[in-house]
Every structure is written in C-alpha cells, then in structure tokens.
C-alpha cells in the first residue's frame, strides 16, 4: 500500500511546548465539528477528526423524493517529529483538510504558532541513498524545460531498468526543474518505493517504509 506524506515546520511560543496537551483541550465528541484524539499507534502520533453533512435522496413508496441529512466523519492521522530544537507535523495522506488541521492547531496554540511545509524544489534528502544497498531512478517528470524561445515543454519519463539523468540526451543541455522524482530502493533484500514531489509530498511503499521515513526525516532540518 502506497501512503502519501507531507511535512511542516511549525513553531510555537514557548508556554505550549506540550503538543500533547495542547489537543487534549479539543476532544472529538458527538457535538463537536471537529476535534483530535490519540492516533491508534499512539506515541507522538494523533488524529484530526471532523464531521461533515451530506444529504441523501430516498423515494418513498410513491416516487416522492425525501431529503435525509446524514452526518460523516472523516479524519487524517499525524505525528509530531522533534528533531534537535526543531519540531515538525508528518501529515499522513494529506489533502485538501491540511489547512484546517493547521487552522485548528493555531486555534489552539494562539499568538506564535507557525507552520512552514518542506518542500523539495531546491533539494531532496540524500541520506536516504547513502544508506540504502541499492536504488535507482524509475520515474522522472520535469516541468520548465525551454525548448526554443516560445515553446517550453513538460516531459514524463518511466523505466523499469533505471535512468540516468546525465546521460539522457533529451535533457541534454536544457534548462528544467524536477518536479517528480521515483526512485526504487532495496535494502537488506527488502524492496520499497519512495517518490519526491517538488511541493513537498513525498509517497512510500514497500516493506522497509518506516525505515525509508526515518531516513527523509533525517534530513528535514537540512531542507528548511
């Protein structure tokens, strides 16, 4: 199963230094419309909690449409990553709710708190590599690159062998970012996969997951 990720910096005044704490003050309970709770895994891992309304159409025995509002719950799990002084949210399967769980921690945090993404368009984390057996790049998609003076062009490349990037002469003396990059990665005769979005999202899967998570959050304070 292939899990998404994305990480935030985030700071905040000294008084709310236990995180912990901090979302007790907000439970999840039948009349809130949103709230937190312990992640099952526990440790530093929580759950952001929110309910919305969707209406449901039923016919009644004589066609007529009856309108049912039904409440839903839907939730994203996170971890608080403190490395040195530094301390940073890893959002599992983030999506359109990061800015209301961002929201709702500044809510109760209050004046001081911050929240940065990492992204890697500059730079990706390199520890990774080095501590691995074996990798190789099997998906690259580049954006950007300027092909004449009114055509740039956006390029999608896939490879179960492996690329090279220096060596591939489509890129040859061009000008592009990276914005998609899918490595394949052994270690210890285990496989996994792990791909670097530019905006920061980051997907993993394989049987050495928790290791390859390990290793990206290695190198967050170095991409900051």
Same mark, same amino acid.
């Given at each position: #199963? ?36 312990? !992640? ?21 025995? /004589?066609?007529?449409?009856?309108? /049912? ?5 839907? +939730?994203?799990? +996170?971890?608080?990553? /403190?490395?040195?002084?530094?301390? +940073? ?11 209301? %769980? ?10 001081? +708190? ?30 950007? !690159? ?9 390029? /999608? ?10 060596? #591939?002469?489509? %890129? ?53």
């Amino acid at each position: #199963m292939q899990i998404r990720y994305r990480w935030f910096r985030i700071q905040m005044p000294a008084r709310s230094q236990d995180f912990a704490a901090i979302v007790a003050n907000c439970p999840f309970d039948p009349e809130s419309a949103y709230g937190f709770a312990r !992640a099952p895994n526990g440790g530093t891992s929580y759950r952001y909690l929110w309910r919305s309304r969707v209406v449901v159409t039923k016919m009644d025995a /004589e066609g007529t449409p009856i309108y /049912e509002q039904i409440d839903s719950v839907s +939730f994203t799990d +996170f971890a608080v990553v /403190e490395l040195g002084n530094l301390i +940073f949210l890893r959002i599992e399967n983030a999506g359109r709710n990061i800015r209301d %769980l961002l929201n709702a921690l500044e809510t109760l945090v209050g004046m001081g +708190f911050t929240a940065k993404p990492v992204t890697f368009d500059k730079e990706r984390p390199s520890s990774i590599f080095n501590s691995v057996d074996y990798s190789k790049l099997i998906g690259l998609k580049v954006v950007g !690159a300027v092909l004449a003076d009114d055509l740039v062009a956006r390029m /999608e490349f896939v490879s179960k062998e492996g690329m090279v990037v220096e060596n #591939m002469d489509v %890129l040859s003396g061009l000008k592009y970012k990276v914005d998609l990059a899918v490595f394949e990665i052994v270690l210890s005769g285990l496989r996994g996969q792990i791909s670097f979005a530019a905006n920061g999202t980051v997907k993993i899967s394989g049987q050495i997951a928790q290791k390859l998570i390990s290793l990206v959050e290695q190198d967050l304070p170095l991409l900051i």
